[in-house]
Nanobody, 123 residues
Framework: QVQLVESGGGLVQPGGSLRLSCAAS????????MGWFRQAPGKEREFVGV????????YYADSVKGRFTISRDNAKNTVDLQMISLKLEDTANYFC????????????????WGQGTQVTVSS
């Protein structure tokens, strides 16, 4: 069992930056690939990026590539999402999630989810 808690959301102006963090419980965090997803009102949850448990390799959605960076600290059981050059369309509730797979962008393949943290990009 893995429990995930996101933090760091808030209101930011377009072009600004924000860093989200996800804290995980349990001793097996290092064996889980960690993904970030987001969901805007009225839209489906979508893949943002993922960091593999095996070698720390990262993959990103095209919409955030070059602006978002995922990192993890297995000693602290945390995974972060650094966001820069934020756009209005980045406004959403952001979730971290855990999977045993090497990597996947599919919502249905993640076993554990946090409750989400709201990011609002607005001038």
């Amino acid at each position: 069992q893995v429990q995930l808690v996101e933090s760091g959301g808030g209101l930011v102006q377009p072009g600004g930056s924000l860093r989200l963090s996800c804290a995980a419980s349990g001793r097996t965090f290092s064996t889980y690939t960690m993904g970030w997803f987001r969901q805007a009102p009225g839209k489906e949850r979508e893949f943002v990026g993922v960091i593999s448990y095996s070698d720390g390799r990262t993959y990103y959605a095209d919409s955030v590539k070059g602006r978002f960076t995922i990192s993890r600290d297995n000693a602290k059981n945390t995974v972060d999402l650094q966001m820069i050059s934020l756009k209005l369309e980045d406004t959403a509730n952001y979730f971290c999630a855990a999977t045993r797979l090497l990597w996947t962008p599919l919502v249905r393949e993640y076993e554990y989810w946090g409750q989400g943290t709201q990011v609002t990009v607005s001038s």
